[in-house]
């Protein structure tokens, strides 16, 4: 009878929306740290002394998308181990939860991970004797309502104290996070956002044009998933999250080297319009244009929390750093490569918001071009070349809906795309690569159709190291690299003179000399001219997760190494001369760099059919 009293109790106060209050007087490692909460776990310990009180009631009133938000708690029984979560939606409790498989299993009070979370200690160290405290939290538009919970008994063993008011956005479902990415072909760009309005209640699309003249529109796809779609937990249980409506549109015939502005809309079915704020960004060079073109790097970023909550400089402590350091320079940046590991969600949904929201200022701006790591794909039995747990459940989904790739199946997330004097060729290192393998055909094809008069700057991307790394786990396997790695890759790099290739996975920095089959094709380390001797390998994968350990073993191919948290910066000045910068996130100097300079006429007499597969290296 107790039981049925205090569950009938958690849902009333559950389910109010407004309790009447005012806000006057408001004052592990790699470890995902959702995954910490044993929220499955939590029992209902409501007191009637304890409060949690948020204010503004309603935020996002000037069409903001992101505001920040003053929560106050009373508990008369404080503890070190209090903390408060943020939920959304804002009900969490039993009655939402999926059926429980087994019958004779308890269903739990709670049955979604909050989105982020602080101890009630935070900035008020006199909480434990006080219990009073007053906490800030920046929230996003995540397309529902908010509330707040206290929990005593810590993350392990967490007991329900009290909850707030529900607060919510003044239109939850606006269109936000825009991300561009290149299209299929040089003059198409693609614009795709996240929205709560289904095709059924609104029309989406993109008004665009050139700056100062007049805008045209352009429909958008739309596309989501349920909870079916996740492959394990926590993804499918306590992780799961509603992801609204995904859109993408794309924006054709572009002309050359051109300011375009844009903004998303939707057209409700009363013939009214729902608008996101204008956005701009500058169409790509048409292929082969001698003129400056800068590009930058880097894996394994995640993101981080603003306001100090549960991630900040805990699981991706550089992330913000490498963000921020991007977004001053972003007037000297043409377009981003983030080749894998994005948000580190690892299955719970929330997080992709997050992580979309913290990169609005650069994917809004220029093309953001993603890759498929570990983190994205991986789940036994699910198609990934590596039957391990690393997405959480998400099995891809998210990365291949979130993000446009202009891959021909986006569940095969390899691709080509062109810039300026660029061809980039990106692997999808969670399906298999080797010789024979149909991702084996498409890079090699992507090395091959490159056009070196247009584009001499030939560039290979790829999550996972399939060339080389001193990293210390490589350094246990004694091979250097991902296991098959660069086996039956190595004689493309040579065959068809790839400039440099990229790696993330391993969270630090380290590049090799130009190298082919383990040795030095060059004493050269910082001025490489004349015809092309090798292929440089380089790990970027230090954008913001926790960092990775050096082998004890230097190789004589390890030309720079940095256990730091930093990207890559490549400015092509024309079709003779490249600079590689490597730059610190903490505050953009630069640590390492090298200049090409040659006139490929090597490159140039190479076609298929003569491009010689070794050097004297072999």
């Keep these: ?50 409060s949690v009180r948020v204010c503004p009631p309603v935020i996002g009133l000037q069409g903001e998308d992101t505001q920040w938000v003053t929560v106050a708690l009373e508990y008369p029984n404080p503890a070190a181990d209090d903390w408060v ?60 309502d908010f509330s707040f919970a206290l929990f005593s008994g810590g993350l392990s063993n967490p007991k329900l104290v009290a909850v707030s008011n529900f607060i919510s956005f003044a239109n939850p479902k606006a269109p936000v996070y825009p991300r561009l990415a290149q299209g299929k072909s040089w003059n198409e760009m693609t614009v795709t956002w996240t929205s709560g309005y289904d095709i059924n209640e609104a029309i989406p699309f993109v008004e665009w044009g050139i700056k100062g003249e007049l805008r045209m529109r352009a429909p958008a796809g739309t596309l989501t998933f349920d909870r079916s779609s996740m492959c394990g937990s926590p993804a499918r249980t ?72 549960n991630e900040y400089s805990n699981y991706q402590p550089g992330a913000l750093n490498t963000t921020d350091q991007i977004i001053r320079d972003l ?46 794909r991986d789940w036994p039995d699910s198609g990934s070349f590596y039957d391990q747990n690393d997405s959480g459940g998400e099995c891809g989904v998210l990365a291949e809906t979130m993000f446009y790739v202009p891959a021909e199946n986006r569940a095969k997330f390899w691709y ?41 700057w030939l560039i290979f991307l790829a999550h996972r190291v399939l060339g080389y790394s ?19 890759l190595q004689k493309l790099w040579q065959k068809y003179k790839v400039d440099i290739a990229f790696y993330g996975h391993v969270h630090n920095y380290e590049r090799s000399c130009p190298i082919y089959q383990n040795q030095c094709v060059t004493s050269e380390k910082w001025h490489f001219s004349g015809t092309f001797k090798g292929t440089i390998h380089v790990v970027v994968g230090g954008a913001g997760s926790h960092l990775s350990d050096f082998s004890q073993v ?35 100097s630069v640590h390492d760099s090298f200049t090409v300079s040659r006139d490929y006429t090597d490159v140039l007499a190479c076609v298929h059919d003569s491009c010689e597969p070794t050097t004297a290296a072999s």
């Design 238 to 309: 306590v992780g799961w999250r509603d992801p609204g409506f995904i859109h993408t549109s794309f924006l054709k015939n572009l002309w050359p080297n051109v300011v375009y502005i844009y903004r998303m809309g939707h057209r409700l079915v009363d013939g009214s319009f729902i608008w996101s704020k204008f956005y701009s960004f500058r169409s790509s060079p048409y292929p082969g244009q001698d003129s400056l073109q800068r590009v930058i790097i880097f894996g394994d970023m995640g993101k981080g929390e603003r306001d100090g909550s």
């Design 85 to 144: 979560g943020v939920f959304s939606p804002a009900k969490f409790n039993s009655a939402t939860c999926p059926p429980v498989d087994d019958p004779e299993e308890q269903k739990p009070y709670i049955c979604s991970a909050p989105i982020k979370y602080k101890y009630a200690k935070d900035s008020n160290p006199d909480y434990t004797k006080t219990g009073k405290a007053s906490l800030k939290f920046l929230l996003i538009n995540q397309r529902a």
């Design 331 to 376: 007037n000297n940046i043409d377009i981003v490569f983030h080749i894998g590991d994005l948000s580190y969600a690892n299955g719970y949904i929330s997080q992709w918001d997050q992580f979309t929201s913290q990169v609005e200022p650069i994917a809004s701006t220029v093309p953001y071009m993603v890759g498929s790591g570990n983190h994205e």
């Design 554 to 588: 230097k190789p004589n191919w390890s030309i720079y190494r940095d256990y730091d948290y930093g990207f890559v910066k490549l400015t092509a000045f024309n079709h003779t001369s490249l600079l590689f910068e490597y730059k610190k996130s903490s505050d953009s």
């Design 470 to 488: 001193s990293n210390w786990w490589y350094g246990q396997e004694g091979s250097f690299e991902e296991p098959m790695g660069r086996e039956s």
């Design 1 to 50: 009878m107790e039981q049925s009293f205090r569950l009938f109790t958690i849902f009333l106060i559950l389910g109010l929306t407004n309790l009447g209050l005012t806000c006057a007087n408001i004052g592990g490692f790699g470890e995902q740290p959702l995954s910490k909460i044993a929220i499955e776990k939590a029992t209902l310990n409501l007191h009637d002394s304890a």
């Design 416 to 456: 080509s795309t062109d810039y300026g004097m660029f061809r980039f060729c990106v692997a999808d290192t969670e399906h298999d690569w080797r010789e024979g393998s149909e991702q084996y055909k498409f890079i090699e094809n992507c090395l091959a159709s490159v056009d070196r008069q247009k584009q001499p």
